[in-house]
C-alpha cells in the first residue's frame, strides 16, 4: 500500500503571498489531519478532515484553512504569509477507526 | 505549557548503551504514541499503547504506558548508531485524530 504523498515537497514563498499545499492520504483512510512543526513550538496540530467536513481544529488564526474532496485528498491553505509560517507542514491519515496516524513526508515551506 | 513534557531533551551516547526517555502529563490520554523523525522527512510510528500498564517490545525498544494513563516511557537497550533520530511522545485525548506532541528527544549515538 502506498503511503502519505504530499506535495510539493519544497516551496519558497514570500510575505503577503498565499500559498496550497496538497496530501493524498493512505488509500482507504478517510482522515486527513493538518500539522505544522517549527524549531521553537514543536509538532501543532492545525486541524483535521474525516468524510470532506473539519472534525477538529487548533489554535491558529483564520489565515490557515483546509479542505478534503471526495476522493479523502485534502488541501491546506494559508493567506498573507508572515515570515512566521515558515516551517514544515505535515499530513497523516488515519483509517477512522483508531488513534494510529500515519505521516506523509511533509512540506517544507519557507517565507522570505 | 506543554501539555506532554517530555525529558531529557538531548541525549548523546556511546553505542551500547542503555537510554530511557519519559513523556509526562498531568492529563489522561485514550492513546499514546511514539515516533521516530529523521531530518526533512515526517514522524514514523513506532508504537501505539492503549491500556494503561501496558508494556510493547519492539526488539530493543521497550514502551510502557502508566496504569492511569498520564505518562509513557520509551527504553533502548544497546543503542546502535542508527538509532539517531528525533523522538516524539504523541497522545491523543478526545475525539477525532487532534494528537498532542511532546517537544521531543534528539538522540545521538555515537560509534
Known amino acids: 500500500k502506498a503511503g502519505v504523498t504530499q506535495t510539493p515537497r519544497y516551496l519558497i514563498k514570500t510575505r503577503g503571498q498565499q500559498v496550497t499545499l496538497s496530501c493524498s492520504p493512505i488509500s482507504g483512510h478517510r482522515s486527513v489531519s493538518w500539522y505544522q512543526q517549527t524549531p521553537g513550538q514543536g509538532l501543532q496540530f492545525l486541524f483535521e478532515y474525516f468524510s470532506e467536513t473539519q472534525r477538529n481544529k487548533g489554535n491558529f488564526p483564520g489565515r490557515f484553512s483546509g479542505r478534503q474532496f471526495s476522493n479523502s485528498r485534502s488541501e491546506m491553505n494559508v493567506s498573507t504569509l508572515e515570515l512566521g509560517d515558515s516551517a514544515l507542514y505535515l499530513c497523516?491519515?488515519?483509517?477512522?477507526?483508531?488513534?494510529?496516524?500515519?505521516f506523509g513526508p511533509g512540506t517544507r515551506l519557507t517565507v522570505l | 505549557t506543554q501539555l506532554l513534557e517530555q525529558s531529557p531533551q538531548f541525549l548523546s551516547i556511546q553505542e551500547g548503551e542503555n537510554l530511557t526517555v519519559y513523556c509526562n502529563s498531568s492529563s489522561v490520554f485514550s492513546s499514546l504514541q511514539w515516533y521516530r523523525q529523521e531530518p526533512g522527512e515526517g514522524p514514523v510510528l513506532l508504537v501505539t499503547v492503549v491500556t494503561g500498564g501496558e508494556v510493547k517490545k519492539l526488539k530493543r525498544l521497550t514502551f510502557q504506558f502508566g496504569d492511569a494513563r498520564k505518562d509513557s516511557s520509551l527504553h533502548i537497550t544497546a543503542a546502535q548508531t542508527g538509532d539517531t533520530g528525533l523522538y516524539l511522545c504523541?497522545?491523543?485525548?478526545?475525539?477525532?485524530?487532534?494528537?498532542?506532541f511532546g517537544a521531543g528527544t534528539i538522540l545521538r549515538v555515537k560509534s
Open positions: 497523516a491519515s488515519n483509517a477512522g477507526g483508531t488513534d494510529t496516524q500515519y
Open positions: 504523541a497522545g491523543s485525548m478526545e475525539y477525532g485524530n487532534k494528537l498532542v
